[in-house]
């Protein structure tokens, strides 16, 4: 019994009692605003609860990955699928390359998760549950898909820059 809890722990990524660790994690990275190459890396089903304007409906919750020299942004963000919201989801799947402006698209979602694509990020500030101030990184608007934009792939997973000098970061 043993040795199937070890094996199955090892594959889900659960502890035991008595495993070492050594994973800090990292902080958040707070990018500056300018135009970035990002990969979806999760997409989650769910339903916005409704508002004033916009009734109870589908969402999909999407985590973005942004690759800087200070390591990996992450950013969250849903596409609330109404009717008055559809120009967003139409950006979104432009950016990702999956529809072209004016075509009729179903939605492929399940091809979003590993794709690439561009967009524009501003930082906003926030005041947290627990009153203290905070900054998020915030998707303001999706770019549509260039390949001449999309830079290539490494072997270890980081994407080619061939001229640094127009990032907005150092």
Request: hydrophobic residues 30%; negative net charge; contains cysteine.
């Given at each position: ?45 769910g339903r916005y609860p409704g508002s004033a ?79 203290t101030e905070r900054t998020t990184n915030d ?32």
């Amino acid at each position: 019994m043993s040795d199937y809890y070890q094996n199955s722990a090892a594959n889900n990524g659960c502890f035991d009692w008595d495993d070492a660790i050594e994973n800090d994690g990292q902080e958040f990275i707070t990018l500056p605003e300018g135009d970035y190459v990002f990969e979806v890396v999760d997409f989650e089903r769910g339903r916005y609860p409704g508002s004033a304007k916009i009734p109870p409906c589908n969402k999909a919750s999407l985590t973005l990955q942004v690759k800087t020299d200070d390591g990996i942004a992450r950013i969250r963000t849903d596409l609330i699928l109404y009717r008055s919201l559809e120009w967003k989801i139409s950006s979104f799947f432009r950016s990702i390359g999956q529809k072209q402006k004016g075509q009729r698209l179903v939605m492929n979602w399940n091809a979003v998760i590993g794709s690439r694509g561009r967009a524009h990020i501003k930082p906003r500030n926030y005041t947290a549950t627990d009153g203290t101030e905070r900054t998020t990184n915030d998707v303001d608007r999706y770019l549509d898909f260039d390949p001449e934009k999309m830079p290539g792939m490494t072997a270890d997973g980081f994407m080619e820059i061939d001229d640094d000098s127009e990032l907005p970061f150092d």
